[in-house]
Structures are given as C-alpha cells and as structure tokens.
T-cell receptor
Framework: KNQVEQSPQSLIILEGKNCTLQCNYTVSPFSNLRWYKQDTGRGPVSLTIMTFSENTKSNGRYTATLDADTKQSSLHITASQLSDSASYICVVRALYGQNFVFGPGTRLSVLP | EAQVTQNPRYLITVTGKKLTVTCSQNMNHEYMSWYRQDPGLGLRQIYYSMNVEVTDKGDVPEGYKVSRKEKRNFPLILESPSPNQTSLYFC???????????????FGAGSRLTVL
C-alpha cells in the first residue's frame, strides 16, 4: 500500500535556529514529491517539488532533498522565523493512478 | 486572481439536515478533489474528479456525494450529516490528474463544519 510517513510529529525551535523535517514513502513507481506548508486553519501551499532525477532543490530558506533509492526526502529550514510556524506536509504521487498520497504532517513551532 | 473558492467557510448544523459545500476554481483545471482534515490524521481524500462528469471515491467517501456538471464547480454534498463528519474540509484543484505531470494542488481556504 502506498504510504507516506513524516517525522517528527511536532517540533519546537527557537527563532534563528535551523531544523530538518523527514519524509519516508513507499509509493511506487515514484513520480514526484512535493512539500507543502499549511498555516493554521488555512489551505496548504506548495513550497517545492522533487522529481526522480533531482537530489536537492532550494526555495529561499527552504531546501528539499530527495534520495529515490532509500525513498526518503527531507526539508531543511535555515534561520527560522516566527512565520515558519506551520504544518509541513509531504505529498507523493505515483507514476500510475490518480491519487496524491499525503503524509500526516510535521507541526513546527518557532518561538521568539 | 487564480484561486479556489469554498463556501461556506464556517457552518454549524444539526444531524440529518442536508447541506452542500460549494467549491469553484477559475483556473480551467481538470482535476478537483475534496479532503477532510482532523486533528492528528492529516488530510484524507473524500472524492476526486478527473474532469467533467468523471468522479471517483477517495479514501473516506462514506456519507458524502459529489457532482461535476461543470468544469469549474465541484460541490460536496452531505445528505444526512452526522457528528463524525465534524471536520475541516478543503477543496483543491490542479491542471490535470495525469500523474506524470508535476502538478501543484491549489487549495481553497477551508470550510469548518460542525454537526451537532
């Protein structure tokens, strides 16, 4: 069964610190993986997409990595800001089928 | 502005009273879907639609209906709401449901439903 797991479930860091969120998936065959940021009570917004041939991609202070062999992705946030407080959701698509497979998300809290 | 619009944003209703949550997108997207989000469970897909008149069940379709008569609209219907359908609902769309495309889902702002 196609599944996406994320860790940690929640994370608290101080403003200015870095953090890394993990995503492990069993979706196969793999098409792409996307990280979304969801502010409380709002719809998720895409941060970055990773395809099979990509290892690293940056979007400002966000850097995503993908290891297609081990089926793992990470999202690294540099110099965190209070506005980074949100849930981060990993979403994977298989090459066949219509569903997007969602991870449960990691809840990040950035404290002053 | 390209967007997905859901209505109502907040609704309190009673068990058994039929309700419809509307979803409309202005991006000419083929693929639309509905999700519910409950604490600790993440987003779970209810129904999705690959195009007009083409709908299919997601992971948690029980108690819900949908229709796709027009490309831009994808309403979610609760024929007889029950308290276990109290949740935060999101509608989303993307250009095409083709898996090989690097499709980004555009989400609505969410509809918070409480069934008493």
């Amino acid at each position: 069964k196609n599944q996406v797991e994320q860790s940690p479930q929640s994370l608290i860091i101080l403003e200015g610190k870095n953090c890394t969120l993990q995503c492990n998936y069993t979706v196969s065959p793999f098409s792409n993986l996307r990280w979304y940021k969801q502010d409380t009570g709002r719809g998720p917004v895409s941060l970055t997409i990773m395809t099979f041939s990509e290892n690293t991609k940056s979007n400002g202070r966000y850097t995503a990595t993908l290891d297609a062999d081990t089926k793992q992705s990470s999202l690294h946030i540099t110099a965190s800001q209070l506005s980074d407080s949100a849930s981060y959701i990993c979403v994977v698509r298989a090459l066949y089928g219509q569903n997007f497979v969602f991870g449960p998300g990691t809840r990040l809290s950035v404290l002053p | 502005e390209a967007q997905v619009t859901q209505n109502p944003r907040y609704l309190i209703t009673v068990t058994g009273k039929k309700l419809t949550v509307t979803c409309s997108q202005n991006m000419n997207h083929e693929y639309m879907s509905w999700y519910r989000q409950d604490p600790g469970l993440g987003l779970r897909q209810i129904y999705y639609s690959m195009n007009v008149e083409v709908t299919d069940k997601g992971d948690v379709p029980e108690g819900y209906k949908v229709s796709r008569k027009e490309k831009r609209n994808f309403p979610l219907i609760l024929e007889s709401p029950s308290p276990n359908q109290t949740s935060l609902y999101f509608c989303a769309s993307t250009l095409t449901g083709t898996p090989s495309g690097a499709n980004v889902l555009t989400f609505g702002a969410g509809s918070r439903l409480t069934v008493l």
